[in-house]
């Protein structure tokens, strides 16, 4: 995209946050959609589960009504018969009690006279409701006690219940409903399993009033259906499968990839990334044209323009516009307007930063890289103090004919001479042999007409070999003789 110039890069990054914006709500009403489809599979298996529970206490609840409707017709008290007649037509009926309004065993199978009653039950038989409840052994629900009211019987008696032997179901509930993603439990309400999927140690860490529960070395979440008219409880454990953690993952991802196209929308809108919105109407090549190494960064200070220079400093680094941080190359500044010296391998770069204003707005900030002059300036200040030692005059006239430096014997030979002033002022004899050396490839001598002065003069030229200057050696005649 980095290719597409102005107006057609911005349609495309449109482009791309339109259809990138389909995509995220795409995958956000798919998401709901499946999430809701497994909700819907798991409370249809609930309902399932709680529809066959309700079933089989039902079928227990009939038998025993039955029963009692025997007994009511045929006077169970005066009928000694009876209860083994009735118990022995389902084999899955344990024992058979018949009780008084208190609770009281008036007449049971086999003369049991050790029912455990249920307070529940005694309460719900005196309303006329019938009630189911477990009878656990050894912390374990192996019966259920159905008690039902016997409305109508001449007599003491008020209720009868029946105990029925349940094993068989529970195996039944756990090989039908038991799988690795999904199980289900029968609990009464005094904490004793009926039905229990996991190893049994295991359930002394269950608690029922908890969401979630480990078991296995998986987690599974767990929700509860009170069965009416009973005090059994059944709780239903479904495996985490982490959907909603991929599907909040996954959305985030979109949405960070979306937020991110948005800024980078916003940035080309408003040419915040773009090197023109910097500098109008110039040609970034002349930059390539300069010695010096130049950066321009944004008020992000991401890199959006080095010209061959900068690549040439900084070879070992990979620049990447709009990417590398400015402070990548020559390290963190504490003040976009400053001047800092970076010693890079055997090279020491002066290094200025100056910010870029626009319409009173801070858009970023220009970087110039040169090679520092350090050691031109000690070598040139070393070879100062050798020129004021030498016993010669010393004068040094650049290409304008103006007068740069001189040392004191050079004041001593010519009398009136200052910086900046120029040569045919002061001497106009000089003046005229500098003229007269102009493009000479090597050094010449003459003699002043008076003073018996001895000229020396060497011309000076740049590395593109155009005149710089002359440089004057003047000494006394007669010594150099």
Known sequence: MDGLPGKKKILGYFAILFFLTLITLFFALEFRYLKRIMDENEANIQQIVQGEVNSYLEELQFQTESAAGHIIKQQALSSPDILTNIAQQDPRITAIYLLDGRGNVLKSTGGKKDLVLHQAALRNVREAYPYIYG??????????????PLTGYEGPLTFMVVTYDINDYKNKIILNYNTDKF????????????????????????????????????QYAVSRIDLENTNLQAYFFSKYNYFDAYRIITIMLLLFALYFLIYQFILELLNINNINAYFENIDFNIFNNLKEGIIIANKFNKIVYTNHVVHE???????????????????????????????????????ISS???KNGKLLGSLVVIGFSHEKEKLCGNALGK?????????????????????????????????????IDEVNAELATLIENNIG????????????GILCELIPVYDTSGFYSGMVLFLKDRAGSE
């Open 386 to 422: 050798i020129v004021e030692m030498l016993p010669d005059g010393v004068v040094f006239v650049d290409k304008d004919n103006k007068i740069v430096t001189f040392n004191m014997m050079a004041r001593y030979y010519l009398g009136n001479i200052q910086t900046e002033k120029n």
């Open 355 to 357: 910010p870029i204003f």
């Open 135 to 148: 009878i656990h052994d050894n912390e374990q629900v192996d019966e259920l006690g159905v008690a039902v």
């Open 313 to 351: 400093i900084f070879h070992e680094k990979e620049i990447v516009f709009k990417k590398t941080e400015l402070k990548d190359l020559i390290g963190p500044l504490d003040d976009p307007d400053t001047r800092v010296t970076l010693k890079k391998a055997n090279q020491l770069l002066e290094i």
């Open 183 to 218: 199980k289900v439990a029968l609990i009464d309400s005094g904490g004793h399993p009926a039905v229990w999927p996991f190893a049994q140690e295991s359930f002394e860490r269950f608690v029922s009033d908890r969401k979630s529960f480990k078991a296995q070395n998986a």
């Open 440 to 451: 000479s490839s090597s050094p010449s001598r003459a003699a002043l007409s008076y003073g």
